[in-house]
């Protein structure tokens, strides 16, 4: 699902990097993020939000269950996940860091949620 200010295919510059996969991935578009969950919760998917907050869990702590669906959402590279959002989120994972930079940019951490997640669902390591 694509919210807010994402850009949409079709489009130049999608085209260009996704090598055709607009034509074989499903997305859908929504420009209010909690439209997304609530339609999604009513689906019985999991929404887990990537954000560094007093109760957000490390990603290390984070076991997906085998029988549960789960909607990742990643937030501005500016502003992060909004608080509504947050507040609307079954869980929230924060990926563990060192030194004084505490953010990855957007693709860098949804690739690392994605391969953690499928790494510990479909590789069980």
Known sequence: YLCGITGTPPHKEIEKTALGSTNSV??????NTLDAIRELKNEGVKI???EQT????SLL?????????YAFV???EVFGVEES???????????PQMGTKHS???AVTAGIVLWDSFSKTVLKI
């Open 48 to 50: 887990v939000a990537l």
């Open 54 to 57: 007093d109760s957000s869990i």
């Open 26 to 31: 499903e997305w859908k578009y929504f420009q």
């Open 85 to 95: 959002v947050l507040l609307a989120s079954d869980l929230v994972i924060e990926i």
């Open 61 to 69: 702590e984070f076991i997906p269950d085998t029988n549960q669906k």
């Open 104 to 106: 990855f940019n957007v």
């Open 74 to 76: 990643f937030g501005n």
